[in-house]
């Protein structure tokens, strides 16, 4: 029998038209015309385009590699726009049609073999440097090292026990070559991007215990060594303390101005656009480009994206009500139970090495090291410090993952770890189901193979993998959850047809969604489908959210949970604590506030929302309540828009090993209303402390 070829209709193209070049430095790096791209090949039938649709059509994108005035880019959209797509397109990977519309022109050039004879090959003259999940959030290749999450805080030290010297030379390997590493050839530039990046104290600690900002610096370091001709940063300043944050902007200037590397940059739009970028990509909808070009010229209908901010946050005092609702001043306080957390003399050491508790502290007039912390049900807490200062440390104490928990004073739920005279200790099992715990760690061994549905539902799981035990009524909840957030879970929801009048169309959906309306009603099958891997990086940390709140458990620790967010998301997560499934957000576009960033540089404009009380909430039909009054509330964040308006007291851990001691405060009301409490957190005004 006689097979014929399959025939994959293409799109007519004219011939790619190629500028002459005056000069070989003339020629672009990376030069992209009309091309439309593919995750894989596209079929003849149009059946599997929605699982393959076409990555931003009728591309044009250059990246030159000299030009009269320097370009410094940044990719800006929401989250689940494309923006690590976008890098990936840059660097060459996906399906380009037509072939030739893609190239690097620059790359082929005698200067760059002059130069690096690697250089010649785009996935190394273009690196890239992300902290999602798909590129993992460890040092190490491939996945997270170790299987158990309290791996990092051992204090044996392995043969594969790599240090950050070590990562940084690129001696990664048991049985490394005896040629000489590329990397270890010019040690001024290793000095000067250690210092640079704040690592010089950290070279010799073992990548496994650095925290989640000390990875990110390490990260950047990494591939500024390697020289790329173009250095492109997957949100480079999420999860970075402010300290950090004004040291790596001006560095990062001064690396793009030099053009070693050049560097593209993608943000959030809530992020701060540092002042000297000056060329935006706007991603829009469905993989697609809204505007690129110069960012003062970009059409009025996008200008409200990106504006220049011209007052401090004081801006925002006018406001009654933070946004989740709650008055911005005063407000009844929530009323404080029995101590679920104490803690006294804490002091973590490695051998020498001092990561808290490294100070001497009053108690009723007595001078006694290290923490002294005390949490009592009902109080929510934010934990605030410089990246290494011990914040993950301090978590890892209370859900039991650090093997020093056992020896030092600390009391879980009125129980120690280990058993007393006439006390009992308290089991791992027991005190994991009393603690809903989302952060960076746990997405890293995540398993990623687990079903949208599975993730949620294992928060009743002993262990990632073990079956939960299910009921009922947590079937019921776990639905009510993925419907309350089908938008922003689910990448094939559309929203229902908006009727005429707008009374009906809010009397017959409980609830919207930026402009998109959702049926509590809806099958949740969809998420029987999902797996974690395949979900964005954002909607990754949404599920991990929601995991740690189902179960409504007596502490909910929240370390760094809205990070990768859109404003958008992240509000709606924190309308969803206060609230739950009884208010919900109204846009409200007529009005406008701006948000504080780092200095004078560019923030985004948001738009206010009016919070609403969903429908049947009044009647006592509620499907998922908010924080309970008996549970507490422990929040992890560098970003002053990611801390709920809940949150009234606050520690602030100074850096390691300077001896200060940690800072002790509280807020009559929400962060957010609050002129300069930002600063009063990290010492940059004068704040009342409290010896504990």
């Known amino acids: 029998m006689r097979r014929h070829a399959l025939s994959i209709p293409r799109p007519r193209r004219l011939p790619v038209p190629r500028r002459p070049y005056s000069t070989h430095s003339d020629a672009p790096i990376i030069s992209i015309y009309d091309a439309v791209f593919y995750r894989q090949h596209p079929t003849a039938t149009a059946q599997d385009v929605p699982t393959n649709p076409a990555i931003f059509p009728n591309l044009t994108f250059e990246v030159p590699s000299s030009s009269p005035k320097p370009q410094h880019w940044a990719v800006i959209g929401p989250s689940s726009t494309g923006k690590t797509t976008f890098f990936e397109i840059l660097r060459g990977q996906h399906l380009c049609f037509p072939p030739t519309a893609r190239s690097f022109p620059y790359l082929s050039t005698p200067e760059i073999e002059r130069k690096d004879h690697r250089l010649r090959v785009p996935s190394h003259a273009i690196q890239y440097v992300g902290f999602s999940g798909k590129y993992g959030g460890g040092l190490r290749s ?270 879980l739920f009125s129980h120690p770890r280990l058993p007393r005279r006439g006390v009992p200790g308290i089991s791992i099992f027991d005190l994991q189901s009393r603690i809903g715990h989302s952060s960076p760690e746990i997405h890293n061994f995540f398993p ?51 009727p005429k009048s707008e009374y009906t169309f809010l009397k017959k959906h409980q609830f919207r969604h930026g402009k998109h309306t959702l049926q509590l009603d809806n099958p949740t099958d969809w998420a029987d489908t999902l797996t974690f891997s395949s979900l964005p990086f954002s909607t990754q940390r949404l599920a991990l959210f929601l995991r740690a709140l189902i179960k409504k458990p007596d502490l909910v620790v929240l370390d760094e949970a809205f990070s990768g967010m859109d404003a958008t998301l ?34 985004v404009k948001e738009t206010p929302k009016e919070v609403f009380l969903a429908e049947g909430a009044e009647g006592g039909v509620v499907r998922a309540e908010g924080l309970e009054e008996r549970q507490a509330l422990i929040v992890v964040s560098h970003v002053r828009e990611e801390v709920p308006a809940l949150v009234r007291d606050w520690l602030c851990l100074p850096e390691a090993e300077t001896g200060e001691k940690a800072r002790f405060g509280r807020f009559e009301g929400p962060l957010e209303g609050l002129e300069g409490g930002w600063e009063r957190i990290w010492g940059e005004q004068e704040s009342v402390e409290k010896d504990r």
């Open 142 to 411: 491939g996945s997270t090292t170790g299987a158990y999450l309290s791996a990092r805080y051992e204090s044996r030290r392995e043969d594969t026990d790599f240090s950050v010297l070590d990562y940084l030379t690129g001696n990664m390997d048991l049985n490394p070559s005896v040629t000489e590493n590329e990397t270890t050839r010019n040690n001024a530039v290793l000095q000067r991007v250690i210092a640079d990046l704040k690592l010089k104290d950290l070279v010799e600690m073992p990548v496994e215990n650095l925290s989640n900002g000390q990875t990110r610096r390490a990260k950047i370091a990494k591939a500024l060594l390697e020289r790329p001709e173009v250095l492109l940063l997957d949100e480079p300043f999420m999860g970075l303390d402010p300290a950090t944050l004004k040291t790596l902007s001006p560095m990062l200037y001064t690396l793009a101005e030099a053009q070693a590397p050049r560097i593209l940059m993608s943000l959030r739009p809530q992020d701060p656009l540092p002042e000297w970028i000056t060329h935006v990509v706007l991603l829009g909808p469905e993989l697609r480009l809204a505007y690129q070009g110069p960012k003062g010229k970009a059409p009025n209908s996008l200008k409200k994206l990106v504006v220049t901010l011209a007052k401090p946050e004081s801006d925002i005092k006018f406001l009654k009500n933070s946004r989740e609702g709650l008055p911005l001043r005063g407000g009844p306080p929530t009323p404080s139970g029995e101590p679920i957390i104490e803690m006294r003399d804490v002091v973590v050491k490695y051998g020498d090495k001092t990561v808290l508790g490294n100070w001497q502290g009053s108690i009723n007039g007595k001078t006694r090291p290290g923490l002294q912390w005390t949490v009592h049900r009902g109080e929510r807490w934010g934990v605030f410090g410089p990246n290494g200062s011990g914040k993950t440390t301090l978590l890892s104490l209370i859900c039991s993952d650090h093997p020093q928990a056992y020896s030092l004073h600390i009391t």
């Open 448 to 498: 990623k193979h687990l079903s949208l549905r599975r993730t949620i539902e294992s928060a009743w799981s002993d262990t990632f993998l073990s079956p939960p035990k299910l009921t009922y009524e947590r079937d019921v909840l776990v639905d009510t959850y993925l419907r309350w957030f089908e938008p922003d879970l689910n990448p094939q929801w559309q929203p229902p047809p908006k």
């Open 570 to 603: 992240r509000d709606k997560c924190l309308l969803f604590l206060t609230w739950g499934t009884t208010k919900f957000f109204y846009p409200q576009p007529s009005s406008q506030i701006m948000r504080s960033g780092h200095g004078k540089e560019f923030v």
